[in-house]
């Protein structure tokens, strides 16, 4: 991950700024760590008051985030070649993106697999690092977790209501005491990586704060500090489930360390270093259904992790002792994303090069598959938990859904306007949920699972 913050901040800038297309049309992204206010934006710069989008509005033409295309002087087929050609994808290692295309693997547009069921205006889901983005989560066909300036937010679409979990603006300490708890707490947070399984939630921040809550019970329980080192950030954090039962987490930091922690005992039970920062990481542990976020990513031997970071190079490791078993060939930038396939031997990663590779555990001489995105790097990858799809998540714009029972030959694509603070499939498979970040027009896009029987949302 990139190491100094002026230079990130400098490029956010221009990465987040939607190209001005004529002088009274254009979306522009928030700059990471901006905010005019903290009042949400209730009219476009068309002064057209923003509502809604349902699954019958879009039925009758109305576009899923509301944009009133036909008031602009560019139609939205021109806007997007416009944002083709225009998009700056981030890469550490020059020219990765058009080295890749050689070797991606065509596939068919068209897939209808999950459909727009809904476009929440009123649920900011928003962004601090450029390159983190695993923001929202879902426990359930109706409950998303995300990210909203300093609140850690709830959204039920079942009843409509968005409640703060938890607002890091202030001071946060834990209301438990536990060894190794960090009882002064943390004052302003900034999150950058979050993580919501079952009724556990944890939030990772820029200076390696780790801040843990059950959802069930008052206060945050546990809080901890993962490294004093200047480059501390946390990339990501996975629950999961020992063969024991017992609940534990790992979080992956920009100081080169992966560290384990029992949130039985609420301990540190394992720490690993390896010769670069690591983005990215899924545990293959226990035989929990629902180890990575609501996604499986479980092996059933339960042996390895497979690791991402700041080298083309991926590694897969033994879980137990941290060794390297083989490295991870073939990416040609740095990667940001990587997810298990529930059948315990096909997993995926997504890179800077535009592009996520499929594995074979079986066989690691060389990738399976090679999906090529439309913008930018691949950010976020989600399999649902009966393995039939994949999910890979562009930096903006662009969500692809795979077909990955029948080997990654069909593909859905979701096109929107925005950045993508994140992905996440609901634990049941019914929902997809999409958290875009644009000032104007950020919102939560939620996608239903096609079924025979989707007729039914016109009479709700």
């Known amino acids: 991950m990139s190491q100094h913050e002026g230079d990130e901040m400098d490029y956010a800038a221009d990465d987040y700024e939607m190209a ?20 949400d934006d209730e009219y476009d710069h068309l002064d057209n008051k923003i509502t809604d989008t349902s699954a019958a509005d879009a039925r009758k033409g109305k576009d899923i985030q509301g944009i009133p295309w036909e008031r602009l002087s560019i139609s939205r087929d021109k806007y997007r070649q416009t944002r083709l050609e225009q998009y700056k994808n981030y890469e550490n290692i020059q020219h990765s ?13 068209g897939g209808a697999y999950y459909e727009f069921w809904r476009n929440t205006r009123s ?23 995300l990210m909203s300036h300093f609140s850690i937010t709830h ?39 979050l993580a919501v399984r079952d009724r556990l939630l944890i939030a990772g921040g820029f200076q390696g704060e780790l801040i843990c809550k059950y959802l069930d019970r008052p206060g945050v329980c546990f809080c901890s ?34 560290r384990d922690f029992d949130m039985e005992r609420f301990q540190l039970t394992r720490h ?62 740095f990667s940001f994303a990587s997810a298990w396939h529930p059948d315990g031997n096909i997993f995926a990663t997504g890179n800077q090069d535009k592009t996520c590779r499929i594995w074979d555990a079986r066989n690691l001489s060389k990738s399976v598959a090679v999906l ?25 714009d662009f969500v692809h859904v795979y077909d990955a029972k029948n080997g990654y030959e069909m ?32 919102s939560l896009l939620q996608y239903n699972r096609r079924r025979n029987h989707s007729y039914l949302d016109s009479l709700l």
Request: glycine share 10%; proline share 5%.
């Open 123 to 145: 649920v900011k889901s928003t962004i601090l690092h450029f390159q983190l983005r695993n923001l929202v989560w879902s426990t359930s066909k109706h409950d998303v977790y």
């Open 155 to 193: 959204w039920s679409s079942l009843s409509c209501k968005k409640t703060e979990v938890l607002n890091v603006s202030g001071h946060v300490a834990p209301s438990e005491k536990h060894p190794g708890s960090l009882l002064e707490g943390f004052t302003q947070t900034q999150v950058s990586t």
């Open 411 to 442: 593909e859905q694509e979701i096109d929107f306007f925005g950045e993508i603070s994140g992905v996440s499939f609901s634990p049941d498979t019914e929902s997809l949920f999409i958290g875009v970040w644009d000032r104007t027009y950020g």
């Open 20 to 39: 001005e297309v004529d002088e009274d049309m254009y979306f522009r992204g928030r700059v990471v760590g901006y905010s005019e206010s903290d009042d």
């Open 225 to 258: 500090r993962t490294t004093y080192d200047d480059n501390a950030i946390t990339n990501a954090v996975e629950i999961y489930d020992t063969p024991s039962g017992a609940t534990h987490f790992m979080a992956s930091n920009n100081d080169c360390g992966i």
């Open 372 to 396: 090529k995105g439309n913008l930018g790097a691949i950010r976020s990858i989600r399999f649902t938990s009966d393995g039939r799809f994949m999910a890979m998540a562009e930096p903006a």
């Open 97 to 109: 993106g058009k080295g890749s295309e050689k070797e991606c693997k065509p596939t068919k547009k």
């Open 272 to 333: 690993f270093s390896f010769p670069w920062p690591v983005n990215r990481y899924h545990a293959i542990v226990g035989n929990d259904p629902h180890l990575t976020g609501g996604h499986t990513s479980l092996s059933p031997d339960g042996k390895f992790l497979v690791i991402v970071g700041d080298n083309p190079e991926g590694i897969l490791v033994d879980s137990q002792t941290g060794k390297t078993i083989t490295p991870l060939c073939g990416h040609l930038d």
